[in-house]
């Protein structure tokens, strides 16, 4: 596994618009449902109804569509810290970078965005 460096480097990455589902894992067979909302290689952000403290380290589950049109997707489990949240209508938005993250879905990560950014590739 690898992990990223500080907030500032998430910002250097580049981020694109999804809409995926997602997950907090609070415990054992206890999560809370999360629609993941935009991403990059280093870190994510989504909606939910729970506000969570900056610095927080969260146990995230994301389901990642394969970057072709074979329809799979991949269950992908990691660790993020917490670096902001705004209340948005109703719901947080939480930001998070990468803590903690296999390279198999850094690697699918990236190539889902790049993908994004040059459809037509």
Not at 5 to 17: E, H, L, M, P, Y
Not at 43 to 63: K, M, S, W, Y
């Amino acid at each position: 596994m690898s992990s990223t460096g500080s907030g500032s480097d998430a910002r250097k990455t580049i981020r694109v618009a999804v809409v995926w589902r997602g997950g907090v894992i609070l415990g054992p067979g206890n999560y809370l449902l999360t629609k993941v909302i935009d991403i990059s290689e280093g870190g994510l952000a989504f909606l939910c109804q729970q506000n969570f403290p900056v610095n927080t380290t969260l146990t995230l589950g994301i389901e990642i569509p394969a970057p072709d049109s074979s329809g799979k997707r991949h269950q992908c489990v990691c660790s993020a810290r917490v670096t902001h949240t705004i209340l948005s209508h109703g719901d947080y938005k939480v930001g998070v970078n990468f803590v903690d993250i296999q390279d198999e879905y850094r690697t699918l990560i990236k190539t889902w965005v790049n993908k994004q950014l040059s459809p037509g590739i």
